[in-house]
């Protein structure tokens, strides 16, 4: 059964404390890893997709990652409007077109 | 720009109405998507539709419908609201399937049934 588990549930940074949040999938023939950012009350904003072991993509403080069994995603120096709910979902190609949502970290940055 | 709109962003509904929520994409999308998001158990998808009048059960499709009349628009019925149906609902859409794969997300409509 495809799957997907984000780390930590809940992570509480200093202004300028870089970290990394996991997410470890489990699906038959990755077809896209994906990161989204939500906020309180609105709709997840996408991020980046991730398509094969070892491609990394870049925006601002942010940094995904990608290995064949997880993704990370690196904050640099986060600030606090880099406080929300981060989102990894993944598709694989025996989920036709469901796309497998973790259930996020959320990220708190103190300034 | 990508966008995708939903109705309305709160509603309160009594026990065994029916409730229409609507959700239109301006991105001329083939796939759109209704999930419920509720707290510690992510987003779960509802309903997708492929195509126009084109319709697909996700993972919890119990006590919902859905109705796709036009390429831009998908709606989710409840047909008769019920107090385990209150939740955050979000549509998305995004491209065929050979291609892009990212999907876009409405702001949501969070709903409390009373």
């Known amino acids: 059964e495809d799957q997907v588990t984000q780390s930590p549930e809940a992570l509480r940074l200093q202004e300028g404390e870089s970290s990394s949040l996991n997410c470890s999938y489990t699906?038959?023939?990755?077809?896209?890893l994906f990161w989204y950012r939500q906020d309180p009350g609105k709709g997840p904003e996408f991020l980046f997709t991730?398509?094969?072991a070892g491609e990394e993509k870049e925006k601002e403080r942010l940094k995904a990652t990608l290995t064949k069994k997880e993704s990370f995603l690196h904050i640099t120096a986060p600030k606090p409007e880099d406080s929300a709910t981060y989102l990894c979902?993944?598709?694989?190609?025996?989920?036709?077109?469901?796309?497998?949502f973790g259930s996020g970290t959320r990220l708190s940055i103190r300034p | 720009d990508v966008k995708v709109t939903q109705s309305s962003r709160y509603l309160v509904k009594r026990t065994g109405e029916k409730v229409f929520l609507e959700c239109v994409q301006d991105?001329?999308?083939?796939?759109m998507f209704w999930y419920r998001q509720d707290p510690g158990l992510g987003l779960r998808l509802i309903y997708f539709?492929?195509?126009?009048?084109?319709?697909e059960k996700g993972d919890i499709p119990e006590g919902y419908s859905v109705s796709r009349e036009k390429k831009e628009r998908f709606s989710l019925i409840l047909e008769s609201a019920s107090t385990n149906q209150t939740s955050m609902y979000l549509c998305a859409s995004n491209k065929g399937l050979a291609t892009q794969e990212t999907q876009y997300f409405g702001p949501g409509t969070r709903l409390l049934v009373l």
């Open positions: 991105m001329d999308h083939e796939n």
């Open positions: 979902a993944a598709r694989g190609y025996s989920s036709a077109s469901k796309i497998i």
């Open positions: 991730l398509y094969s």
């Open positions: 699906v038959s023939g990755l077809r896209g």
């Open positions: 539709s492929y195509d126009v009048k084109m319709k």
